[in-house]
């Protein structure tokens, strides 16, 4: 599977957008760009996924690039408690769901 | 959305001892389920992915005989630690993937809150 690679700290403003950056220039046609996050001391919550086409959902925005290198997430209007590990997995369809994390963004929501 | 739970919480044991956590689909049927380690400040590691009604499959450097794994229904996984000691206090965490949608959701997991162990 691709590996990705993600700023190690973000900041955001709460009531502001924020965008989670993600390269993983390595992709193949075949794999995924899913999200997921960790809130300290919980188990990790899926967030979206998405191929090429952008995503969106009750909970965030998933912007692909063209060439598939890159993707961003985006929480609309983050609140404190969006604050959490970030992580963006790519993973092909087929891997039965073995999931790799890597070390992920720590967003910090400041109200 | 689909719920995983995890018991205990929170355990703390004196080495030597052994540990069974269990995690357990709540509205949906897992045919497969995973477990991960986490230490402190690090990320999640994938330490075996369990499928129902037969062995697990153990992640390189993860010693079977240690984490023993049964998945012996479609709702319940059971990791045991046998023999533990400080080195193994860690945070567990498993998940559980639900196949329906196809291919593009087979990597849609739902975690489980997790357990923290503790070895004396």
């Known amino acids: 599977d691709a590996k990705t690679t993600q700023p190690t700290s973000m900041d955001c403003a709460e009531g502001r957008a924020a965008n989670l950056p993600c390269n993983h220039s390595t992709i193949s046609g075949n794999e995924y760009v899913y999200w997921y996050r960790q809130i300290h001391s919980q188990g990790p919550q899926y967030i979206i996924h998405g191929l090429k086409n952008n995503e969106t959902n009750e909970m965030a925005s998933l912007i692909i690039t063209e060439d598939r290198k890159s993707s961003t997430l985006i929480l609309p209007h983050a609140t404190l408690r969006d604050t959490a590990v970030y992580y963006c997995?790519?993973?092909?369809?087929?891997?039965?769901?073995?999931?790799?994390f890597g070390q992920g963004t720590i967003l910090t929501v400041h109200p | 959305g689909a719920v995983v739970s995890q018991h205990p919480s929170r355990v703390i044991c004196k080495s030597g001892t052994s540990v069974k956590i269990e995690c357990r689909s709540l509205d949906f049927q897992a045919t497969t389920m995973f477990w991960y380690r986490q230490f402190p400040k690090q990320s999640l590691m994938l330490m075996a992915t369990s499928n129902e009604g037969s062995k697990a499959t153990y992640e390189q450097g993860v010693e079977k005989d240690k984490f023993l794994i049964n998945h012996a229904s479609l709702t319940l996984s059971t990791l045991t630690v046998t023999s533990a000691h400080p080195e193994d206090s860690s945070f567990y965490i498993c998940?559980?993937?639900?196949?329906?949608?196809?291919?593009?959701?087979?990597?849609?997991?739902?975690f489980g809150p997790g357990t923290r162990l503790t070895v004396l």
């Open positions: 998940s559980a993937r639900v196949l329906a949608g196809g291919p593009s959701s087979y990597n849609e997991q739902f």
């Open positions: 997995i790519v993973i092909s369809g087929t891997s039965y769901g073995k999931l790799t």
